[in-house]
């Protein structure tokens, strides 16, 4: 398996404005930011695969089938009968910006177990990605360290986009704590350029921001910047890339569209050489993922919206 992901798989309730009657019309698009990087590496080439639960409901079936009909290997999805599929209310403004409300406190992605996870399919991977979305409950969170535990084993690279949602933690204090214990763990680390300067605890410029994550202990650090492109940096070297130029209906999915771009890109590369890899070679991969993204913003939806390989070319 060249990427499997880790994490959270559920219903983002997406607004599709009003009826007739001026009743607000929801659109159901599996998502969940794992599941996103899965989906948008298979529909790249990858051979990707999930591990998450969702309930054994008619969401959970939807959310599932979705992401078999993108290639994703399902294998690791398990059903739970006694709690529902998480559902994330999705609010779009004027300029396609989100912003979430969660109904998640009985959902079943928190209910993730030890026991769910497939350690073949770990094992065999050459890339485990996850969020910190999995350290809100202590079920979840044991099955991640568990999986990040096999991975380091077998000397699996591991992958870590924060994705930080301020209204799934008790604080802001909290919820830096949580993300920053995950980045030991991670030899490929994306952070948005809010959650650069959240995570760093500075206040100054992004080389310094960056550095200070980079003694963590990762490999390669991808920054994204909206629609400035985004930003790389080893502990060797530094590049960027700049986003096409684009009409935004919807960025929800964006960030995920770049890493499973990178990702796809960056599966066959062993784990030992990731920290030494050609400025050339990451210029080329992060303008990969930036025209991934800029494409998936163009269009309304998660899953829904991410490209594959034809559209984007080498």
């Not at 983002?12 to 659109?27: K, P």
């Not at 969401?59 to 399902?74: I, P």
Request: glycine fraction near 10%.
């Amino acid at each position: 398996m060249d990427i499997t992901s880790i994490g959270e798989l559920l219903i983002d309730l997406t607004s599709a404005g009003v009826n007739e009657n001026g009743v607000a019309l929801y659109a159901a698009n599996p998502g969940g930011a794992p599941a996103n990087v899965a989906a948008a590496a298979a529909r790249l080439g990858a051979h990707a695969a999930f591990i998450g639960r969702v309930g054994d409901d008619y969401f959970g079936r939807l959310a599932a089938d979705c992401l078999r009909r993108c290639g994703v290997d399902t294998r690791g999805v398990a059903y739970d009968p006694s709690a529902p599929t998480t559902l994330a209310v999705v609010s779009l403004d004027e300029r396609g910006e989100r912003s979430f409300q969660f109904y998640r406190s009985m959902g079943a992605d928190i209910r993730l177990s030890r026991g769910d996870i497939p350690e073949d399919l770990v094992k065999s991977s050459s890339v485990l990605h996850f969020g910190s979305l999995s350290l809100t409950h202590e079920s979840c969170r044991e099955a991640l360290m568990y999986a990040l535990e096999l991975a380091e084993f077998c000397g699996v690279i591991r992958s870590y986009d924060a994705n930080y949602r301020a209204n799934l933690w008790p604080d802001e204090a909290s919820a830096v704590a949580q993300m920053r214990s995950l980045l030991p763990h991670a030899d490929i680390v994306k952070l948005s350029a809010e959650e650069l300067q959240l995570l760093s605890g500075s206040g100054g410029d992004v080389e310094s921001a960056a550095r200070s994550i980079l003694d963590f202990g990762c490999s390669l650090l991808f920054v994204t910047q909206g629609k400035d492109g985004a930003r790389w940096f080893t502990p060797l070297a530094e590049g960027r890339a700049f986003s096409p130029a684009v009409e935004a209906a919807d960025t929800n999915g964006a960030g995920d569209s770049f890493m499973g771009a990178a990702l796809t890109k960056l599966c066959h590369v062993p784990r030992a050489r990731l920290a030494g890899l050609d400025a050339g070679f990451l210029n080329g991969v992060t303008d990969y993922a930036c025209r991934a993204a800029a494409l998936t913003c163009t269009r309304s939806g998660t899953i829904p919206a991410l490209p594959d390989a034809s559209e984007l070319g080498g």
